[in-house]
């Protein structure tokens, strides 16, 4: 069987600009999989075109096993889609949204009224349900735009930036709800996010975009080990900055970093911090601070494209 | 899989419930009917008011002015109510609803249908509240009868239909709620240059030829009939005819554009 | 600080235009409009000249509606300056006025300002358009002037009233809300349709409301010819209503003040 959603040479430009730029995906049946990248990196674009919203200039994909471009309708069955910020009508109530949902997809009356019940149950909204939309908190406005894209059982369930403006608790409650759904139900989650954590912690499997590209792809496991040593950086005053690079170079490869400091992947791993730390004192460079990191998916970035996720260490 | 299913959902279900939709707001926000109300009861008061002895002309075929300017108003109402489908569509594309509601596998007719019947139904408060001014308070006449009535409610939902559609396609290619202007402009204009406020007999110029042959011209007639004498076949045909027309031609336009809104 | 008044002024002023002329939406209607009811009415009502009692005789119906649609253009905008006043508020811009040492008459007067030059440019384009379509000013460049001055005042004493709202309520809202008013006051009025030849209530309102007042002149001006007498009596109107507006402006705008302190 065709995995869910596969992508070849996948294109979009916008005038000059070429939003996404030919990237391939596959996604298999049953799999979270992690969109990362910057704003503007072309996340959404790519999201867009899966979701038959917005017709690709060039190559083409399939989703749920349909082609987006030749057969959008049946796409539109089998996926759920819950767009950037969670744009819902704010005069409507939750309920009588989700029974506009039921009767968009179809469904006969008298099973969706069962099934709005159930779905506001199972986002924590059911004393809300009959409140109107404008009075929600963000957070609930992201879990009544999940259940919208639920009523009709998707196959495929794609989320962009699900968690973007939220607050922390109610992030963490809405990845506990995403990861519910795919183990319960076994639904094919692809999902958009410019938060690193977010894709560490959902994502079985992420592709990092950037500028229309997709420039690492791989569990967040495989990927952060295969940016190997972790990094370690030091804080020094300007002066000492060229000596202390030297030094430092002699233990690792240089990593992107903030003014004033300076890192590196350690190649000998964390005990070979002792021997970096004499060296610099040997050198006479006074440490203003010091931080040993484990590879991120941030690093992974960094090593991909040079630069640092807004949010990331550096 | 089950790809056997047809790939559309029932429209009809989609339409009633884009009907629902739009009442539902309509209910929460009743300040949006204001000016669709209070507009053409003004209409109605003023131009019978300011043209009192307008009708002293040849070719108005009525002793009352508000008897010539009642349809007048009607048709503005129904025509102002058509700017709702604009109103909702613009708000959702720019507030991107309408993005929830593309990517759901209805029929693109189905969900413009669902705007249109939701104005048509907002038309049928201002046709009523000027048909009520006029009767109660101006003293119009209705030798027509309740066919005259029934014609006033016909075209008056014609005109509603064909503004949704018009001001849809509008919305569609621009997608925001300013371009409502434009489509104001158009309205306003193709309103006046017919038969609205003169017989066809008294209009002299250039107007004369652009009111004959524009099909309002024709609509305005038919809902005005009732007021001036029996209702004919002979003044509601071309009005039927018409109205389908343009029912047809803005239709097609509110489709095409409508492909617009995702390129 | 107050003895660069005149500058402030210009400044400010100069600000206000631009703003205007940014925003086409806000006077587009107001050329378009005017011009579409000369158009039409002057089609469609050429032979109400001949009906008994018409107040004026071998006249053509555009010169009739000419100066009234001038002036309903005008006020198309008379609210515009008031509006921008109102976002002015909303947005802050104009307590870092009230911060600087600029005048605070200066903040009143350039809006007041504005409207007239709005007002004497859009009445100019309109009057230059009709007489492009034919229209018959009698009395040429006096009268044609005198509508001008009187459409643009007249414009300015009405957006008074707009921008007493703005400084008590400062919503953009509200001050457009009252837009409609302005629609109602010209159509109750003679000028689209001689107040002789309406009846009943209606008529009696038409022939009571200011406006009527101010067209009647500047119509007779237009027709006969220019007449010092009748631009006396259309500017007396103007100031009076002028008078109010301006003093319920300057009302709000201590009120305003004596709050932000």
Known sequence: MLNPI???????????????????????????????????????????????????????????????????????????VALQDAAIDPLMTGNELLRLQCVLHGLPKRSSSVRCGELLERVGLTVAGDRRVGTYSGGMRRRLDLALSL???????????????????????????????????????????????????????????????????????????????????????????PSARTVMNRFGEERPAQKNRIAIGLISGTPGITDVMNALADSGIEIQHVELDEPSLDDVFADATGRRLEGGKA | MSSGNAPHVPSLAVVFAGIHRGLIRLQRIPSLMLPAVLMPVFF??????????????????????????????VMQGSAFSGMGAGGLAGTDLENGFFDRLRVAPTRPMALIGGLVGYCVCRALIPITAVLIVAFAFLGADMPGGALGIAMVYLSGIGMAVVMSFLVLGIVFTFKTLKSLAIAQIIMFSSMFLSVGQAPIQAIEGWLHHVAAINPITNVIRMCRQGFLGEVTWSITQPGLIALFGMMVGTGIWARIRYKKVDA | ????????????????????????????????????????????????????????????????????CVIQGVLFGSTNSASDLAADIENSFMDRLLVSPVSRGSILISRLASAFMYGVAQATILISIFAAFGANIAGGAPTIISIVVIAALLSVSMGSFGIAIALRTGSQEVVQSTFPLIFVAVFVSSAFFPVQLMEGWYGAIARKNPLTWVIDPTRRMTIHGFSWNDLGQSLGIILAIASVGVGLSIRQLRRRLVRAQ
Do not use: C
């Open chain 1, 6 to 80: 596969e992508a070849t040479n996948l294109s979009r430009s916008f005038g000059d600009i070429k939003a996404v730029d030919s990237i391939d995906l596959s996604v298999s049946s049953g799999e979270v999989f992690g969109f990362l990248g910057p704003n503007g990196a072309g996340k959404s674009t790519a999201v867009r075109m899966l979701t038959t919203l917005l017709k690709p200039s060039g190559g083409s994909a399939q989703v749920a096993g349909f082609d987006v471009v030749k057969n959008p309708s049946t796409v539109r069955k089998k996926i759920g």
């Open chain 2, 44 to 73: 109605v008061v003023a131009f019978s008011g300011s043209f009192a002895s307008i009708v002293e002309l040849e070719g108005y075929e009525t002793d009352k002015a508000v008897n010539w300017m009642t349809a007048w108003a």
């Open chain 3, 1 to 68: 600080m107050k003895n660069n008044v005149f500058p402030q002024v210009v400044k400010l002023s100069h600000r206000s235009i631009l703003g205007m002329l940014r925003q086409p939406q806000s006077w587009a209607p107001g050329l378009f409009f005017p011009l579409l009811l000369a158009a039409v009415y002057s089609s469609q009502f050429s032979r109400a000249v001949t009906i008994e009692g018409f107040p004026f005789a071998d006249v053509s119906f555009l010169d009739f509606v000419l100066p009234a």
């Open chain 1, 151 to 241: 009523v009709h059982e998707p196959e495929v369930l794609f989320l962009d930036e699900p968690t973007t403006g939220l607050d922390p608790t109610s992030r963490i409650a809405l990845w506990e709800e995403v990861r519910n759904l795919n183990q319960d139900l076994g639904t094919t989650v692809f999902l958009t996010t410019q938060y690193l954590e977010e894709a560490d912690q959902l994502a079985e499997r992420i592709a990092i975009i950037d500028g229309g590209k997709i420039v690492r792809e791989g569990s967040p496991s495989s990927l952060k080990s295969a940016v190997g040593a972790p990094t370690l950086r030091i804080d020094v005053s300007e002066n000492d900055l």
